[in-house]
T-cell receptor, first 114, second 115 residues
Framework: AQSVTQLGSHVSVSEGALVLLRCNYSSSVPPYLFWYVQYPNQGLQLLLKYTSAATLVKGINGFEAEFKKSETSFHLTKPSAHMSDAAEYFCAVSRSSGNTPLVFGKGTRLSVIA | DTEVTQTPKHLVMGMTNKKSLKCEQHMGHRAMYWYKQKAKKPPELMFVYSYEKLSINESVPSRFSPECPNSSLLNLHLHALQPEDSALYLC??????????????FGDGTRLSIL
């Protein structure tokens, strides 16, 4: 069954530094993968999605993610962190069957230090 | 601004009260979802509606009762809730069937507190 693992429950970076949030997936078939962001007191907002059209996916707010089948990874990056990027980030995989259409990772909280 | 609108944003209720949460979307999506989210945790799926029919119920206690009056509207009726039901309740929608690999679009949620 498809699942995702997010490495690191909390990541802290300096403003202007590279952001790297890690996500590894487990799937026996090509997965559909998503990154969502949740700002305090808000719902989840879709950052980007991988649907097999291209391995490098560009999303909103300057984020991008690269699908690497050999590493079963879908890490999220941003070249330069901004204070407004501080939030909770969830990696998720879509399932083609079963009771849970979308399976979330446990989340990574990103802190940005001035 | 989100395209999935949830009301109310905050709700405080006693354990004997009856209240309802409302969710509305006008994107033409035919799959709608209710999630429960506790602090510092990912959302947990509660119910899924597909083409206005309940397709998934993740063993949710009967004190939570979902309703889908039409393709744009999803309600969650609450009765005799427990303190541990305090959480953020999120509604989401997606186009096509729930397992169609289309992304889910979330509302901002209702923050529920049970006294």
């Amino acid at each position: 069954a498809q699942s995702v693992t997010q490495l690191g429950s909390h990541v802290s970076v300096s403003e202007g530094a590279l952001v790297l949030l890690r996500c590894n997936y487990s799937s026996s078939v090509p997965p559909y993968l998503f990154w969502y962001v949740q700002y305090p007191n808000q719902g989840l907002q879709l950052l980007l999605k991988y649907t097999s059209a291209a391995t490098l996916v560009k999303g909103i707010n300057g984020f991008e993610a690269e699908f690497k089948k050999s590493e079963t990874s879908f890490h999220l990056t941003k070249p330069s962190a901004h204070m407004s990027d501080a939030a909770e980030y969830f990696c998720a995989v879509s399932r083609s069957s079963g009771n849970t259409p979308l399976v979330f990772g446990k989340g990574t909280r990103l802190s940005v230090i001035a | 601004d989100t395209e999935v609108t949830q009301t109310p944003k905050h709700l405080v209720m006693g354990m004997t009260n009856k209240k309802s949460l409302k969710c509305e979307q006008h994107m033409g999506h035919r799959a709608m979802y209710w999630y429960k989210q506790k602090a510092k945790k990912p959302p947990e799926l509660m119910f899924v509606y597909s083409y206005e029919k309940l397709s998934i119920n993740e063993s949710v206690p009967s004190r939570f009762s979902p309703e889908c009056p039409n393709s744009s509207l999803l309600n969650l009726h609450l009765h005799a809730l427990q303190p541990e039901d305090s959480a953020l309740y999120l509604c989401a929608s997606s186009s096509g069937q729930p397992h169609s690999n289309q992304p889910q679009h979330f509302g901002d949620g209702t923050r529920l507190s049970i006294l």
